[in-house]
């Protein structure tokens, strides 16, 4: 029973954390900044479920709920650029160039909440991703230093929803380690003003 409940921790601490943060689309708060997080790319473009993400972003841009998008994703090689795949489709919904950021170092959930907060200054924002993800996000960013909440977009029920669903369960722990020990991302690099400068325009 004592391992059952030590197992089980991490994850009562992610609802805990983030259960009165999740929203929809229509009710997320208004935030300067929305950070979406990669989720892989599909012969180069953003996969079912990435898609799905930014979809939600552009909707939460164009009812004025945000100014900037924050795409946060893997380039850790040249052949792979979520980022950069991620700006993309969101031009072709409507978002101007301009208000998108890229963060291309964002390698885990932990490394993009960070670097939001440490390199591009983000303090408050929405985060958008799948529902089976979302509280994990908001909890670790809230750890990071950024008030966040987020929209846990829907997904079709198939095979990659239910993989999602069980990963959860073990990532809580990571995610509890993380927040407790504050590690540093795997790449940090210095400050960058892009979200600064967007916002400015």
């Given at each position: 029973m004592l391992a059952s409940v030590v197992a089980l921790a991490p994850a009562t601490w992610l609802h805990a954390a983030a259960?009165?943060?999740?929203?929809t689309t229509?009710?997320?708060?208004?935030?300067?900044?929305?950070?979406?997080?990669?989720?892989g790319l599909r012969q180069g473009g953003p996969s079912p479920y990435l898609a799905n993400r930014l979809d939600a972003a552009a909707e939460l841009?164009?009812?004025?709920?945000?100014k900037v998008v924050l795409v946060t994703g893997d380039n850790s090689r040249a052949e792979y650029d979520e980022p950069d795949a991620m700006r993309a489709y969101l031009i072709e919904q409507g978002v101007p160039d301009e208000r998108i950021v890229s963060d291309f170092a964002g390698f885990d959930t932990w490394d993009s909440c960070v670097r939001a907060k440490k390199i591009f200054g983000v303090d408050r924002?929405?985060?958008?991703?799948q529902g089976f993800h979302i509280r994990r996000a908001i909890a670790l960013c809230r750890s990071a230093g950024v008030d966040a909440y987020g929209v846990g977009v829907d997904a079709r029920r198939d095979a990659t929803w239910y993989y999602g669903g069980?990963?959860?369960?073990?990532?809580?722990g990571k995610a509890a380690l993380d927040a407790a020990t504050e590690p540093d991302p795997r790449f940090l690099g210095r400050q960058e003003p892009g979200v600064a400068e967007a916002l400015a325009d």
């Open positions: 259960d009165s943060r999740v929203r229509a009710d997320a708060p208004a935030r300067d900044v929305v950070v979406v997080f990669g989720a841009y164009r009812a004025g709920r945000a924002a929405v985060l958008v991703s069980v990963r959860e369960i073990f990532a809580a």
